[in-house]
Structures are given as C-alpha cells and as structure tokens.
C-alpha cells in the first residue's frame, strides 16, 4: 500500500432555502481512502451566530478556510457593531478560496438568514466560484442527488418539508456513494435562531437495496444442530 498516493476523499453536503430561512444538512463520514478515519465528525461549522459553512473535501483544508473567515467576521462585527450578512461571510470565503485555489481542496456550501435578506444559500466549489442558489449540493455523494432534487424541490417549502427534503437525500446519497456514511446532522436557520438535529444511522430512511437492521449474531440464539446418525 503507497502511503504517499493521493487519498479519495468523500462526502454529501446540502443547503436549501425555505420559506423562511435556510436548512443545511451533511453526513458525518470522514475518509482517507478506503479507511474511514472518522464515522461521527461535524461537518457543518459556525462561522457567525446567523451564519454556518458546510464543509467537503480535504478536512485541513476546510477547517482552515472556516477558521480565517469566523476571525475575519468578527473583527468585521466588532467594527460594523452588528452581526455580519450571509452575503459578506460567502464573499470571504470566495476570497480564499479563489486566491489560493492551486493549494486547496475544498467545497464549501455556505447558509444563513440577516434581517436585509432573509435565508440565503451560496454554493462555493473547487476553484473559488461562487453562486447563490435555492439549493446547493455538494461532495462525492451529490453525484447521486441532481436528478432526485431537480424532481423532489419545490419553491415555498415549510420548514419541515426543507429538513425532510434534507435528511432524505442525505440517506439517499449515504446508500448510493460509498465514501458517505454515518450520522445526518442538520441545522436550520431562520429570523428566531439556530437549531440543530441529529439523525443517527439506524433511524435513516431504507431504500430498495437495503436490508432492515438486524442484531449482531451473537445475539441470535443459536438453533439446535441436526440429530447424530445412528450406524
């Protein structure tokens, strides 16, 4: 095994707008190859109290950009004397990662609610581009999630429907792309605050392919073995 080869790294992150604010969802699988190095991380990361950044690719390189922008945005609030928009922090995350895109890996997908326009999601791929969308995915996974999106989106969803929406393609991607897995956590963010949930693995919707979860076979009684042969 060359341990200096290039690692594949994966995973499956989404923001989606709803009537009324923003919900941003990610599986918690972190892999090196074909080792998971971390099957419960978070990968969805404050920057400011109205604003979080969903992070995909290398978990250096993320957790570095994530950490220059939450610095910078709050000598930006300290300067300002209110919280910063959701547009200001995307911007600050394109700047870095435009200016350094020959030394990063990362996609980020960066969601929030201000009082001047409301939820707002930005899509921030490889690169440095940015888009502001009604919903991004991103990662490995969202190879999987184009067309069920493009069916299952609806302009004008509750806030219900938008975390429903989440956690389910979410799953989706975790039964299809090998380099999701684990947990679904979510945060939704709207004009009253932040709120997290967390959907650990066992309580995931199934699909066609998969089996319901069963007890380790240690737990199955063993049965009585066959009768011996008389001779």
């Not at 994966?10 to 190095?37: E, H």
Request: aromatic share 8%.
């Amino acid at each position: 095994m060359d341990t200096d080869a290039p690692h594949s790294m994966g995973t499956t992150i989404i923001g989606v707008t709803y009537n009324g604010g923003v919900v941003l969802g990610a599986d918690s699988r972190t892999s090196t190859g074909v080792y998971v190095a971390n099957r419960a991380s978070d990968k969805i990361t404050q920057l400011t109290d109205n604003v979080y950044v969903c992070r995909s690719g290398s978990a250096a390189d993320s957790q570095i950009v994530s950490d220059y922008v939450r610095y910078f945005l709050h000598q930006h609030t300290i300067q300002l004397g209110q919280p910063a928009t959701v547009k200001v922090a995307a911007n600050l995350v394109r700047l870095l990662a435009y200016n350094n895109k020959n030394l990063l890996q990362t996609g980020l997908i960066v969601g929030g609610w201000d009082k001047y326009e409301g939820g707002k999601i930005y899509g921030i791929p490889l690169g440095g581009t940015i888009i502001e969308q009604p919903f991004a995915i991103g990662g490995s996974g969202s190879s999987y999630l184009y067309g069920f999106f493009d069916q299952a989106w609806k302009e004008g969803m509750t806030k219900d429907e938008a975390e429903q929406l989440v956690v389910k393609a979410v799953s989706l991607a975790i039964a299809r792309d090998g380099a999701s897995g684990g947990v679904v956590r979510t945060v939704i963010i709207n004009s009253e605050g932040v709120t997290r949930n967390f959907y650990p693995g066992d309580k995931l919707p199934l699909w066609h392919e998969e089996l319901e979860p069963q007890f380790s076979l240690l737990d199955i009684p063993s049965s009585p073995g066959p009768e011996p042969m008389n001779i």
